[in-house]
Structures are given as structure tokens and as C-alpha cells.
């Protein structure tokens, strides 16, 4: 049976038809056991049965993008708290990113929504947060539209680079975690940013996400954003006991070599306890291995950007 499900797939990819598999890949049949049987090469990539229909990534100075809620805000948090002055921008309509660092999502009254839709200027819409040195542009479910409404406006790939203006200026970084999906959302946070930071989860696969996602940075690369950079690759939910997540490891750093960052972040469960708290990792359990791991991350990326 496993076998049949293999060659299906196989020839499924092989005749392009990605999306195909990656529908099939939400259900819920043997996995797991299939992952252990085949692995796909296609174009260059090495494609796990066990796709994720998550793509992770995040960007960076003057403006990082994140498909990483818990990347983008531990880390913006430790930047600040290194005495950076940091901003950090949720587009991601699930607003996590928001109320991960304790802003009631349901009662913020100007949001990142009105700023692409309706221009208002971004200081109008900046909070402060309970960690010094660390702004907020919040967002929430509102801009699930925006995607849509985006379509019918003019620069509508340019909205966020303009919103941003020179108030970049004023921080040293800027943070922006994005929605899964590669829509005009995360269109407009590449051409706006000057890095990207790609998270990888060691759990599963997630090249298939970075496939499509490479694609998209060369497209707004050539034709918005030529100096769109690849900060970084980052190991993410790393499991010391699990042989995937080595084996993830070591074939991220095969592909991308010194572009992965030195630090891992284990798979902790301090971090995923911290958002309910509203709380980033390091006003939850600075003690934690994950808060440790997120302080040298922060650590790595200003080095990186050779502060
Ligand atoms: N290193 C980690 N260890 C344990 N749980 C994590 C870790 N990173 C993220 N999580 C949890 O995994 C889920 C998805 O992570 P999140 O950062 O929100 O990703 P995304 O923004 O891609 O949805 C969340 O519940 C989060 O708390
Ligand atoms: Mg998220």
C-alpha cells in the first residue's frame, strides 16, 4: 500500500503537479511510514514525502520577514533588549505576532490594514511595548481582505516600502513577520526589506516551502528589489533525540553552508508556552534553553549585519 501511495506520488511530481501533492500531503495517510520509504529529487531539490504546507521564513535589517511568529518576536525582542532600537511589523491577518508581545489583538484600533489600504501614516499606528526599545505595528484579522482588496491598487507590490519611508531610519532594526502564504503581503515585505531570514523547522522537509520561496525572492529581487539579500538560514524546533531533525541539519547545511546561522533553536516548550502569556520568551523564562538559544541568535544577526 505504502509502495502504491510512493510511485503515485512519484510520478506526480515528476509531472509537475506539485500542488497535487502538496493537497495530498494534509491527509492522513501514513506518513510517517512513508517518509522513512522514499525521498524525491526533482529540479535540484530533495523533496520529503512528509511536505509541509508550511513556508517558514523570516527577513532581516532594516526589515526581516517572518513566517516564524516565534522567530520574528523572540528575536526582535533580544535585539532590543540589546539596546537596539527595533520595530517589529505584523502582516500576518492571524496577528500572533501582535499578541505575542501583549497587545490585545481584538482591541487594537489602527492597524497595519489602514496603513497598506488607507495610508495612514505609520507612526499613527505604532505602539509601544512592554519591552523598552521594541515598537509595534499590529495587525489583526482585519487584513485577512487586504490580500483581495490589494489586487485593485495601484503600486499595490510597493505599498509597505512606501509606508515605511524614512521611519526605517529611526530604528536599527525592523522586524516583519509575515503569513504563511507568498501573496501580495509577503510580496510587499521583500521588496520593502533589505534581508531575509529563512527559518527551517527540523521536523519535517520544509524544502518544498523554500522551493517556491527562493523563486519568489529572485522574482522581486530582478524586478522591484535587486538588493534583497539572504541573510541567513535558521534551524528551527531542533530536536537533539530525533534523527530527521539531524538529518535536516546536516542537509541545510550541505545546501546553503555558511548561510546557516550557527545558532539552533531547539524545540522548547517554554517558547510555545510564552505566547499565551503574551509574553516573549524572555519576559517568560529567560533561563529557558530556547530563551538562550534566541539571545544568541540576536547576538549572531547584529554581528551579521556587521554592526
Ligand atoms: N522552538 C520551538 N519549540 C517549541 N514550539 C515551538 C517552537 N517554535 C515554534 N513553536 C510553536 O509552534 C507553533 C507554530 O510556530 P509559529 O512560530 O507560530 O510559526 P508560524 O508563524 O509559522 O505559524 C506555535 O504554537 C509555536 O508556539
Ligand atoms: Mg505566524
Given at each position: 500500500?505504502?509502495?502504491?501511495?510512493?510511485?503515485?506520488?512519484?510520478?506526480?511530481?515528476?509531472?509537475?503537479?506539485?500542488?497535487?501533492?502538496?493537497?495530498?500531503?494534509?491527509?492522513?495517510?501514513?506518513?510517517?511510514?512513508?517518509?522513512?520509504?522514499?525521498?524525491?529529487?526533482?529540479?535540484?531539490?530533495?523533496?520529503?514525502?512528509?511536505?509541509?504546507?508550511?513556508?517558514?521564513?523570516?527577513c532581516?535589517?532594516?526589515?526581516?520577514?517572518?513566517?516564524?511568529?516565534?522567530?520574528?518576536?523572540?528575536?526582535?525582542a533580544?535585539?532590543?533588549?540589546?539596546?537596539?532600537?527595533?520595530?517589529?511589523?505584523?502582516?500576518?491577518?492571524q496577528?500572533?505576532?501582535?499578541?505575542?508581545?501583549?497587545?490585545?489583538?481584538?482591541?487594537?484600533?489602527?492597524?497595519?490594514?489602514?496603513?497598506?489600504?488607507?495610508h495612514?501614516?505609520?507612526?499613527?499606528?505604532?505602539?509601544?511595548?512592554?519591552?523598552?526599545?521594541?515598537?509595534?505595528?499590529?495587525s489583526?484579522?482585519?487584513?485577512?481582505?487586504?490580500?483581495?482588496?490589494?489586487?485593485?491598487?495601484?503600486?499595490?507590490?510597493?505599498?509597505?516600502?512606501?509606508?515605511?519611508?524614512?521611519?526605517?531610519?529611526?530604528?536599527?532594526?525592523?522586524?516583519?513577520d509575515?503569513?504563511?502564504?507568498?501573496?501580495?503581503?509577503?510580496?510587499?515585505?521583500?521588496?520593502?526589506?533589505?534581508e531575509?531570514?529563512i527559518?527551517?523547522?527540523?521536523?519535517?522537509?520544509?524544502?518544498?516551502?523554500?522551493?517556491?520561496?527562493?523563486?519568489?525572492?529572485?522574482?522581486?529581487?530582478?524586478?522591484?528589489?535587486?538588493?534583497?539579500?539572504?541573510?541567513?538560514?535558521?534551524?528551527?524546533?531542533f530536536?537533539?533525540?530525533?534523527?530527521?531533525?539531524?538529518?535536516?541539519?546536516?542537509?541545510?547545511?550541505?545546501?546553503?553552508?555558511?548561510?546557516?546561522?550557527?545558532?539552533?533553536?531547539?524545540?522548547?516548550?517554554?517558547?510555545?508556552?510564552?505566547?499565551?502569556?503574551?509574553?516573549?520568551?524572555?519576559?517568560?523564562?529567560?533561563?529557558?534553553?530556547?530563551?538562550?538559544?534566541?539571545?544568541?541568535?540576536?547576538?549572531?544577526?547584529?554581528?551579521?549585519?556587521?554592526?
Open positions: 500500500m505504502a509502495r502504491r501511495i510512493v510511485d503515485l506520488l512519484k510520478s506526480k511530481v515528476q509531472n509537475s503537479q506539485i500542488e497535487l501533492l502538496e493537497s495530498l500531503s494534509y491527509s492522513d495517510i501514513f506518513w510517517d511510514q512513508i517518509a522513512k520509504i522514499e525521498r524525491i529529487r526533482y529540479k535540484g531539490y530533495v523533496y520529503d514525502l512528509t511536505i509541509s504546507p508550511d513556508h517558514n521564513f523570516v532581516g535589517r532594516g526589515a526581516f520577514i517572518s513566517h516564524n511568529t516565534t522567530t520574528a518576536v523572540n528575536s526582535a533580544y535585539l532590543a533588549s540589546h539596546r537596539r532600537k527595533t520595530l517589529l511589523i505584523d502582516i500576518d491577518p496577528g500572533n505576532a501582535t499578541s505575542g508581545v501583549g497587545i490585545d489583538k481584538n482591541r487594537v484600533e489602527h492597524s497595519i490594514y489602514e496603513v497598506l489600504i488607507a495612514r501614516p505609520i507612526e499613527r499606528v505604532l505602539l509601544p511595548t512592554q519591552i523598552r526599545n521594541l515598537d509595534l505595528i499590529p489583526n484579522i482585519q487584513l485577512s481582505g487586504a490580500q483581495i482588496e490589494l489586487v485593485n491598487l495601484e503600486s499595490r507590490e510597493t505599498l509597505l516600502k512606501k509606508a515605511l519611508g524614512n521611519i526605517k531610519e529611526k530604528y536599527d532594526y525592523v522586524i516583519v509575515c503569513p504563511p502564504s507568498l501573496g501580495l503581503l509577503t510580496i510587499n515585505t521583500l521588496i520593502a526589506s533589505d531575509v531570514i527559518p527551517m523547522q527540523c521536523e519535517y522537509y520544509p524544502l518544498e516551502g523554500l522551493g517556491q520561496l527562493l523563486n519568489t525572492i529572485g522574482l522581486v529581487q530582478r524586478n522591484y528589489n535587486p538588493s534583497l539579500k539572504l541573510a541567513g538560514v535558521l534551524l528551527t524546533m530536536d537533539t533525540r530525533t534523527n530527521l531533525s539531524h538529518q535536516v541539519a546536516r542537509e541545510v547545511q550541505e545546501y546553503f553552508g555558511d548561510r546557516v546561522y550557527k545558532t539552533v533553536i531547539p524545540r522548547n516548550v517554554r517558547l510555545a508556552e510564552a505566547p499565551s502569556f503574551g509574553k516573549p520568551i524572555l519576559l517568560y523564562d529567560r533561563h529557558c534553553a530556547g530563551a538562550k538559544a534566541y539571545k544568541r541568535l540576536a547576538r549572531e544577526i547584529m554581528l551579521k549585519s556587521k554592526e
